[in-house]
């Protein structure tokens, strides 16, 4: 088993690098996608916050 | 009014959060990543092997920290909770629930880690020894405060909810870290005592142990902060700062 254990060590340290990964990006992408659905909804002509042109 | 409760409200007030939050992200973020790349190399190439487990000893460089951090969290989040239940604080109510899926990533780590490290040396993937068990409960009940949050229309109501959880599930977290001596664990128990500030490791494999420590510390305030500022941006979308924020954005 010991000639195993590099491997061992490189499993647990790789699923802890994507999961830290996925941790810092997953929220900017939605923070992205709110600015992009405000100025979605700012575009709307329906929109009755929309100043007049 | 005195200056920290004056400062304590103007960072309340969402637009001043973000900008809080943007501005101190990056720090968080980097100091975390400058200290887990050097504990982490630290731990791997620098330190000699353990005289009985060899070198998978190594996996307890990311395994401690992150289980240390998911029980700090869970005790920050119930913090939080307790203060945006008791004071109806908005800013507290974001933490909380922002604190959530930290600290279910970092419950998820030490699980998964620990799992990696039991099958060479226990020759298990898994037992349902107290200690594992409580931490599986532990991760179960991060899922719970972030499905809760979820499962709610009214966002004020999820939050409020997602805090009772949060306040109600503290109670696992002595029974994580007494687990070890309450019950017959194939666990091991405490090499640190952080209250005593006693180490039955050696300083030559302790410090980098103590810098991935460090790091995760401030990964969860780097995380904190973007998800606060994620659910602030959310909560409060329709507002004139939100609207500049995004046109600014383009």
């Not at chain 2, 599986?136 to 499962?151: E, P």
């Not at chain 2, 091991?188 to 952080?194: D, K, L, P, S, V």
């Not at chain 2, 902060?225 to 602030?232: E, G, Y």
Request: proline share 6%; aromatic share 14%; with cysteine.
């Amino acid at each position: 088993m010991e000639h195993l254990h590099p491997w061992f060590i490189a499993a647990a340290f790789g699923v802890s690098a994507v999961l830290l990964v996925a941790d810092a990006v997953l929220p900017r992408f939605k923070f992205q996608s709110i600015l992009r659905g405000i100025l979605l909804r700012e575009r709307r002509p329906s929109n009755p916050e929309r100043p007049a042109p | 009014m005195n200056a920290l409760l004056l400062w304590f409200h103007r960072t309340g007030s969402p637009p001043h959060f973000d900008r809080f939050t943007a501005r101190w992200m990056p720090w968080c973020f980097g100091l975390a990543i400058a200290l887990l790349l050097i504990g982490t190399w630290g731990g791997l190439f620098m330190v000699p092997a353990d005289y009985k487990q060899g070198e998978v000893f190594r996996i307890l460089y990311i395994h401690v920290p992150a289980a240390w951090s998911a029980m700090f969290i869970f005790v920050a989040m119930a913090v939080q909770a307790f203060i945006a239940l008791v004071w109806r604080i908005k800013a507290c109510e974001t933490l909380a629930v922002a604190s959530a899926p930290v600290g279910a990533m970092f419950a998820a780590i030490t699980l998964i880690t620990g799992s990696i490290w039991g099958r060479p040396t226990w020759g298990t993937w898994w037992e349902w020894d107290p200690r594992l068990t409580s931490m599986l409960v532990m991760f179960f009940l991060y899922l719970g405060v972030i499905a809760l949050h979820n499962a709610i229309e009214d966002r004020r109501a999820a939050a409020r909810a997602a805090c009772f959880l949060a306040l109600v599930g503290v109670v696992n977290v002595p029974i994580v870290h007494f687990s070890v001596h309450w019950w017959n664990s194939l666990h091991q128990g405490e090499t640190i005592q952080i209250l005593s500030a006693e180490s039955r490791m050696h300083y030559s494999m302790l410090w980098p142990l103590l810098l991935t420590t460090l790091a995760t510390k401030f990964w969860y305030l780097g995380s904190l902060l973007q998800r606060a500022r994620v659910l602030n941006l959310e909560n409060e979308s329709a507002q004139p700062w939100a609207r500049a924020l995004a046109a600014g954005s383009r």
